[in-house]
């Protein structure tokens, strides 16, 4: 799909009242651009959060955009204590990816991005094992192996750290099988987003297939959220299940699953790419 070069999106969330559409569709209508979508949500009208996500088309957009920021900062957002950005829809995202040794979701996201599916680059791979190395560098994608040793997790996340500051958007976790701390997490300062192998809250953490075939379940499934310290719980972006029978034994549920995992993960990172989730506490609302 060919993108408008002259649209761009506004995206907010604030404490609800009256009168937030009117004041951001009045800016926009001011500067003279054209509001082509408008998706908004509130979670309680009385004393709730509203989520808003506007598409606009205005002329030379790409190179107004400190002007329309500073303008809306000191305009609008002070006043309804906003939380917002301006975004130009062609500026692609910088998407770095972790990896272990599961390659079927890091591949699937190399693909759709060398095809434009994607509207991202991939500045690097870092992996904690090499396995995966020569698949990631016949994409042309720098590709870095930072173990994990016992004991070592400080010293593998600065200098993952290094290699990601100033480099990336967004990171995502592609069967990474590494806990992140807190403190990588914060230096970070940008949004992680993982792909659980499993239908959350159900058999967070470590091995939730074998868990599951334990369990008897009649369903499998697969859940991108955005990565917090606390293991698997941070806010759900997008899930799927695929059925499964008492004749699956986990290797085939492991196979199964996996397909899930990849279409999860490469809808979630569309939707994050698009400005289309926004975090509502612990949770989010995707437009
Ligand atoms: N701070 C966070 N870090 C990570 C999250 C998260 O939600 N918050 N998600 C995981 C991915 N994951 C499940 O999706 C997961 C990964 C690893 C483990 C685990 O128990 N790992 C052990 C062993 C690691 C190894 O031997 O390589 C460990 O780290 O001690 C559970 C769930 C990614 N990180």
């Known amino acids: 799909m060919t993108v408008d070069p002259d649209s761009a999106r506004l995206v907010v969330s604030c404490p609800d009242r009256p009168g937030i559409v009117a004041a951001v569709a009045g800016f926009l209508f001011d500067t003279g651009a054209n509001v082509t979508h408008s998706d908004q949500h509130s979670s309680d009208p009385e004393g709730g959060r509203f989520f808003l996500r506007m598409e606009f088309h205005l002329p030379g957009v790409a190179e107004r955009l400190d002007e329309l920021r500073t303008a809306f900062d000191d305009e609008v957002a002070a006043e309804f204590d906003m939380a917002w950005r301006i975004v130009s829809a062609t500026a692609p995202k910088r998407m770095a990816i972790l990896v272990s040794k599961y390659d079927h979701c890091l591949l699937d996201l190399l693909w759709r991005a060398r095809r434009g599916e994607l509207p991202c680059e991939v500045p690097v791979v870092i992996s904690n094992h090499p396995d995966l190395r020569t698949d990631v560098e016949n994409f042309g994608v720098p590709f870095f192996c930072v173990p994990v040793e016992q004991g070592g997790k400080p010293a593998a996340e600065a200098q993952m750290l290094a290699l990601l500051r100033g480099h990336a958007d967004v990171v995502v976790l592609a069967r990474y099988m590494q806990i992140l701390t807190g403190g990588f ?61 008492h004749r699956h034994d986990v290797d085939t549920l492991e196979r199964l699953g996996a397909d899930v995992e990849r279409t999860v993960l490469a809808r979630a990172v569309q939707l994050h790419l698009d400005d289309r989730v926004l975090v509502d506490g612990g949770t989010t609302v995707v437009f």
């Open 185 to 245: 997490l914060d230096e970070l300062g940008i949004p992680v987003i993982n792909i659980h192998h499993s239908f959350l809250p159900a058999f967070a953490g470590a091995n939730p297939y074998g868990r599951a075939r334990e369990r008897g379940v009649k369903i499998v499934g697969a859940t991108a959220h955005y990565v917090t310290e606390e293991l698997d719980a941070g806010p759900i972006i997008e899930q799927d299940i695929v059925r499964v029978s």
